[in-house]
T-cell receptor, first 113, second 110 residues
Framework: AQSVTQPDIHITVSEGASLELRCNYS??????LFWYVQSPGQGLQLLLKYFSGDTLVQGIKGFEAEFKRSQSSFNLRKPSVHWSDAAEYFCAVGDPSGYALNFGKGTSLLVTP | DAEITQSPRHKITETGRQVTLACHQTWNHNNMFWYRQDLGHGLRLIHY???????NKGEVSDGYSVSRSNTEDLPLTLESAASSQTSVYFC?????????FGPGTRLTVT
C-alpha cells in the first residue's frame, strides 16, 4: 500500500532563509504527488502537484518541489521564506487508479524574525 | 466562483447522539471525500464517493456513514457520537486527483 512520510514534525527557519521540507513516499509505480498548505483555522490549499514529465515543478507562493524517483522523495523548497509562510504543510500521494489521497502527518513551519 | 462549503463550522454534541455534517460543492465534481484531522495523525480518509449513489469506506470509517443522492452534496453522519470522534472534519472534492478542500468543521463530543 502507498504511504507518505514527512520526517520533520516541526521546522523553524528565520525570515529570509531558505526552506526545504522533506517528503518520502512508498509506492510501486510513479505516483501522483502533491503538497498542500494549511494556515491556522483554515482548510488545505494546493501548493503544487506532480503527475509526470519535468521533475522540478513550480507552485504558488514561490514554492517548488523536485521529484526524485531514486530516492522516493518529493521535497518542497523555497529560496526565501516570508513570515506569512508559517503554516502546516502536508505531502500527499495519489493512486493513478483512483482519486483518493494518502496524506503525510504534516510538518509545522515556524518563521522567526 | 465555484466553492466547497461545510456546515456547521463548529458543533458540540453529547455522546450517543446522531450528528450530521454537511458538505456542499459547486464545482460539479464527481469525486467527494471526508477526512478527519487529529494532532499527530495528519488527515485520515473516512469515506469517499466517485459519483451519485457510490460510496466507499476509507481508512477510519467505523462509526461513520455517508450517502450521495446528488452531485453537490456528501453529508457525513455519526450514528452514535463517541468522544473519540472529537476532531476537525474536512470535506474535499475533485474531478481527477487534485482535491479542493472545504474550511472544516470542528466537532466536540462531550
Amino acid at each position: 500500500a502507498q504511504s507518505v512520510t514527512q520526517p520533520d514534525i516541526h521546522i523553524t527557519v528565520s525570515e529570509g532563509a531558505s526552506l526545504e521540507l522533506r517528503c518520502n513516499y512508498s509506492y510501486g509505480a510513479t505516483p501522483y504527488l502533491f503538497w498542500y498548505v494549511q494556515s491556522p483555522g483554515q482548510g488545505l490549499q494546493l501548493l503544487l502537484k506532480y503527475f509526470s514529465g519535468d521533475t522540478l515543478v513550480q507552485g504558488i507562493k514561490g514554492f517548488e518541489a523536485e521529484f526524485k524517483r531514486s530516492q522516493s522523495s518529493f521535497n518542497l523548497r523555497k529560496p526565501s521564506v516570508h513570515w506569512s509562510d508559517a503554516a502546516e504543510y502536508f505531502c500527499a500521494v495519489g493512486d493513478p487508479s483512483g482519486y483518493a489521497l494518502n496524506f503525510g502527518k504534516g510538518t509545522s513551519l515556524l518563521v522567526t524574525p | 466562483d465555484a466553492e466547497i462549503t461545510q456546515s456547521p463550522r463548529h458543533k458540540i454534541t453529547e455522546t450517543g447522539r446522531q450528528v450530521t455534517l454537511a458538505c456542499h460543492q459547486t464545482w460539479n465534481h464527481n469525486n467527494m471525500f471526508w477526512y478527519r484531522q487529529d494532532l499527530g495523525h495528519g488527515l485520515r480518509l473516512i469515506h469517499y464517493s466517485y459519483g451519485v449513489h457510490d460510496t466507499n469506506k476509507g481508512e477510519v470509517s467505523d462509526g461513520y456513514s455517508v450517502s450521495r443522492s446528488n452531485t453537490e452534496d456528501l453529508p457525513l453522519t455519526l450514528e452514535s457520537a463517541a468522544s473519540s470522534q472529537t476532531s476537525v472534519y474536512f470535506c474535499a472534492s475533485s474531478e481527477f486527483s487534485e482535491q479542493y478542500f472545504g474550511p472544516g468543521t470542528r466537532l466536540t463530543v462531550t
